[in-house]
């Protein structure tokens, strides 16, 4: 089957990428014809904040990738749906509203203009069908998307009933699968030595994440523990130094913003007893696997798809979403004497094959 997915891939980061780059590879190594048709420039500067791009690959680069989509050049969209004419199966990777007018347009070009008219197949891969942090455009384009399609693919039953309010077009659900950073020679390693009395809050910084309510447990939990924030804020970095002023924690609380290039993450994993998630809403995550790949316990609210990769009290705790009390529980309970050590000995890293032939199957059926 020749294949054809669209959306991120290297130079591009973060975990929308990684996800298309392992599909393709995943694909690919089930016989199939796979090109990822990929972004020259994929979104404008003021819609994404933060860094798009980055220097060196993360993992192993797919080979066969068109970097010729651009969001300034509506006349390459068409240009790609007719070329993609030729393909069985077209992937639209969809991570925001924002790339709906491009998709329409290859769409277009494709010859699905108001209902999926066309001899090519087209999914729509939703990692969200709609985002955390809503503007009012955001349902009448996804919304106009979904509604030209074949299938819609989502990540959970909650984000499948989603888009069901917005199209009949048939639904199927995937767990997202495991595409974690390709661990290096030299990369450090997470042997227990003992309590490190210091949390991670790894990622973008976004509000539905949930850093305030976690700043404020801290504040009020065990006072020996510090807390370390890595990653890209998307705008809150001054509030967030006058919120860690105001608590008191200046001296417990290390802020390390910006990307965090893979090399660098294992380092930080070493330095801390568990992943703390205080999200206050979720779809699919990658990152309690991540915390579990570097062999720490994970402590993360009941959202999304959060809760099904944790056993409550085995490796990790869950706690409901956006009370600072049952955050600060949670903390409190955490370290217990025993209960680092005990937490940290329950986890194992994922196995991500079998997640991976479930999603294939699940994409492919007819």
Request: hydrophobic letters at 40%; a neutral charge.
């Amino acid at each position: 089957m020749k294949i054809v997915l669209v959306g991120p891939t290297y130079p591009y980061k973060g975990g929308g990428a990684h996800h298309t780059t392992e599909l393709a590879h995943r694909l690919a190594a089930h016989g199939h014809d796979v090109v990822i048709e990929s972004w020259r420039a994929q979104y404008p500067a003021f819609l994404y904040p933060g860094q798009q791009t980055i220097d060196a690959p993360e993992g192993e680069p797919f080979a066969n990738v068109r970097r010729e989509l651009d969001w300034r050049r509506p006349d390459g969209w068409l240009r790609a749906g007719r070329r993609l004419r030729a393909a069985d199966l077209v992937v639209l990777t969809v991570l925001s509203p924002v790339q709906v007018p491009a998709y329409l347009g290859i769409l277009s070009g494709l010859g699905a203009t108001r209902r999926p008219a066309t001899a090519t197949r087209v999914t729509a891969l939703c990692h969200n069908v709609l985002p955390h942090e809503r503007k009012p455009y955001d349902r009448p384009l996804m919304k106009a998307l979904l509604r030209r399609v074949h299938a819609v693919l989502t990540h959970s039953e909650q984000q499948s009933a989603l888009a069901g309010e917005l199209t009949p077009a048939p639904r199927r659900v995937a767990v997202m699968p495991p595409h974690l950073p390709v661990k290096r020679p030299g990369d450090a390693a997470n042997e227990p030595d003992g309590v490190r009395e210091r949390l991670l809050f790894f990622g973008l910084v976004r509000p539905y994440k949930g850093l305030d309510l976690l700043l404020r447990a801290l504040a009020a939990g065990p006072p020996q523990v510090s807390l370390t924030v890595a990653g890209e804020f998307w705008g809150g970095l001054d509030e967030t130094r006058a919120l860690i002023a105001e608590l008191g924690l200046t001296d417990r609380v290390e802020l390390r913003p910006g990307y965090v290039p893979a090399q660098d993450v294992p380092g930080l994993f070493e330095r801390a007893d568990a992943l703390v998630l205080p999200y206050r809403s979720a779809t699919a995550s990658q990152n309690v696997w991540l915390g579990h790949e570097h062999g720490v316990p994970v402590i993360a609210t009941r959202v999304g798809a959060l809760a099904d990769h944790i056993t409550d009290g085995v490796d990790g705790l869950l706690v409901e979403p956006g009370s600072v009390e049952a955050l600060t529980d949670a903390l409190n309970r955490f370290y217990a004497p025993g209960e680092p050590e005990r937490l940290r000995a329950g986890v194992k890293a994922v196995d991500p094959d079998p997640y991976w032939s479930a999603y294939v199957e699940t994409l492919l059926a007819p």
